[in-house]
């Protein structure tokens, strides 16, 4: 009987990818590296890395693609495996006929901003067990200006990296907790900035943060009945802190002496929960005029 060595090539290929898209979806980190060193052996370190650019990496979403690249590869990979999946989207939707500029163009962080025509035609493209998870990475070209206005006034990418944050978070939560995390860090940056609603962010951004689960787990938290979500602030605190670089964040629980006033003025640009930040701060500036 002759062996159909193509025929084992793709299959063996095709094995490849599977794995490691799996141990990636669930942010395996010790899963990926057996899997890299055991694959590197059978098929090359060359052909395993320009499988992984050229395949896995564009079967995921942004948020595993930045993981993946600070974790395992370095800054070159990373650009390499930016440029060719934004050639390909690129090219597909100048095949359907749109304009970039007008109808779809790629923001600072390499995230896609499109208008519903774009996002529509993308999709298309997608196969239709990913476009659950594909869907949220797109954002809306009128949602990118309140994006952007809030960032320009921190001077950072929060929402980037606060998403990067509920992610790790999540991890380590059971469902109903991580439902209940969602929900008061989102409520509380939409209290904040009621212009978040209009461009939908709560919605895209819970999405972003559960893209990396086994879907079973992610409809289980979006799910989740609990009307009135309570969740421990400090952590919460904590993790916008982090987001916009504060390098003290873990310092704010009483044995540390507590939150301090510039990160209550740090809070205050991004969040609002039952009680104002803002009345805080007034407390505490009048406090200490009293006691110096």
């Known amino acids: 009987m002759k ?11 095709a094995t490849v990818k599977r794995q490691l898209i799996e141990a990636l979806n669930r942010r395996d980190v010790a899963t990926v590296s057996s899997l890299i060193v055991d694959w590197q052996k ?3 370190t060359e052909k395993l890395t320009n499988l992984i ?5 564009l079967e995921c979403d942004s948020d595993t693609h930045r993981w993946f690249c600070r974790i395992f590869l370095g800054q070159a990979q990373y650009e390499q495996m930016q440029e060719k999946a934004q050639t390909n989207v690129f090219q597909i939707l100048l095949n359907g006929g749109l304009e970039p500029g ?18 529509e035609i993308l999709l298309s493209q997608v ?10 990475q797109l954002e809306p070209l009128a949602s990118q200006d309140r994006i952007i206005a809030i960032e320009q006034q921190l001077g950072c ?11 790790q978070q999540i991890q380590v939560l059971s469902n109903s ?7 008061v860090l989102v409520a509380g940056l939409v209290s904040r900035h009621p212009q978040l609603e209009d461009a939908d962010f709560p919605t895209r951004f819970i999405l972003s943060t559960l893209q990396g689960l086994p879907e079973e787990r992610a409809m289980l938290i979006l799910n989740d009945p609990e009307e009135n979500p309570q969740f421990d602030e400090p952590i919460v605190f904590q993790h916008l802190l982090a987001a916009m670089g504060d390098t003290e964040y873990h310092r704010i629980t009483e044995e540390d002496g507590g939150i301090s006033l510039e990160q209550l003025k740090k809070l205050d640009l991004v ?21 110096k």
């Open 3 to 13: 062996i159909n060595r193509f025929g084992q090539k793709k299959d063996l290929a």
């Open 157 to 167: 990418t929060f929402f980037s990296n606060l998403t990067e944050i509920a992610i």
């Open 102 to 119: 007008k109808d779809f163009s790629f923001g600072s962080d390499g995230r896609l901003l499109m208008s519903d025509r774009a996002k």
């Open 271 to 291: 969040w609002r929960g039952e009680r104002e930040i803002s009345e805080i701060i007034a407390m505490m500036e009048r406090w200490q005029a009293k006691n």
């Open 127 to 136: 196969p239709e067990q990913r476009k659950f998870l594909f869907e949220a």
């Open 177 to 183: 907790q991580a439902a209940a995390y969602l929900g």
């Open 42 to 44: 059978v098929v090359g």
């Open 53 to 57: 650019v050229n395949q896995v990496m």
